[in-house]
């Protein structure tokens, strides 16, 4: 069974849960080819009485996103979902760990979905790297960013931590993109280590794992 990713969240608020899932896929169901080892993200629309019959899939084939699909991009393998801008609709910040930046190969990416009234859409979508200006460090062969990605919201806008366990031949670190009213920023953006928490960053990936 291929690995997936769940996450589990209200569309508006208030309103029915809907599932978000990450998956590989082999093969792919789309009419391009997106590679044995790309990933759809798939959101499953909620009736308020379960799961709806018309779920909602994406992929760096879809129109208005960025990029192309390659072989080891990892796309989806990690998720996270809430409510970026404040308008009161779920986002979806999306992973992709393999994904390559200005030829650095898998040095990773993260992109951001926007909530709306008719669900999940390409308008207002973002896409960052490590090499996005106002991002600290630079994008690394093998870094793989994202690999581990949470929106976390304390005021109403959720900001993103992303991490790259494998930075720095694997002593890791996480970054934190602050939120506003037009989505995440790379301004303002921090980036820390097992050092600024007073540990060892040798060897340490951090940030391999993020708690819920």
């Not at 909530?115 to 490590?130: C, I, K, L, M, P």
């Amino acid at each position: 069974m291929a690995r997936q990713r769940l996450s589990l969240a209200c569309h508006s608020t208030p309103g029915p849960h809907n599932l978000f899932r990450g998956r590989r896929v082999e093969p792919c169901v789309e009419t391009r080819p997106v590679g044995r080892t790309s990933r759809l993200t798939e959101r499953q629309y909620s009736t308020g009485k379960g799961p709806g019959t018309a779920p909602q899939w994406w992929s760096q084939n879809s129109p208005g996103l960025i990029g192309s699909p390659g072989e080891h991009d990892a796309r989806g393998n990690d998720l996270s979902v809430s409510d970026v801008d404040g308008d009161g609709y779920a986002d979806l910040a999306v992973g992709g760990p393999g994904e390559d930046a200005d030829g650095e190969q898998r040095a990773g990416a993260v992109s951001l979905l926007r909530g709306s009234r008719e669900g999940v859409t390409a308008t207002g979508y973002q896409h960052f790297d490590q090499n996005t200006r106002g991002i600290p460090g630079a994008a690394e062969a093998g870094d793989g960013w994202g690999v581990q990605v949470r929106l976390i919201d304390g005021d109403g806008r959720a900001e993103l931590v992303a991490a790259a366990p494998d930075e720095n031949a694997g002593d890791g670190a996480v970054w934190l993109l602050p939120a506003s009213g037009n989505g995440l920023l790379a301004d303002g953006f921090g980036s820390y280590g097992a050092a600024a928490l007073g540990g060892s960053a040798h060897g340490a990936h951090f940030g391999a794992v993020i708690d819920e």
